[in-house]
């Protein structure tokens, strides 16, 4: 996730209401952040507790007033169940697959609690919600 424009002190980009741990880039005013999250259960899988974290519902929250201001809602496939049998011929044939996982709608809406966001020693930048459920 790359924001842009966003003051830090008053928005908080929070993915499946689990904060995004933003680091700045050295551009001004520009933070980045990596989301790691188990896509599906193969049925033969190492992990069987872990569960799958999917649809990924991104929402920036305004931290004065705990309130979602918007978001969107990315699904790992195609929410409507098509399955492609070819890989895609070109650059903009991908790009139209992947925005079609995109959803505009599916936010959370209304009051946000806050939450502490997240630290791990190992990687900084990313937020691993196989361990925030």
Known sequence: MKVRGAAPDRYQITCNQVPLPLQPT???GES???VRYRAWQPSQRM???IGVDGPLVF???DTWN???LGGCEYHVTHPGGRNFETLPVNSFEAEGRRMARFFRMGHS???QPLR???EHR???FTLDLRYHK
């Open 59 to 61: 929402d920036i929250v």
């Open 116 to 118: 502490p966001v997240p």
């Open 26 to 28: 050295g551009m001004v």
């Open 122 to 124: 190992e990687f900084p």
């Open 32 to 34: 980045v952040a990596g």
């Open 66 to 68: 705990e309130r979602s």
């Open 109 to 111: 809406s209304g009051q």
């Open 47 to 49: 992990h069987p507790t």
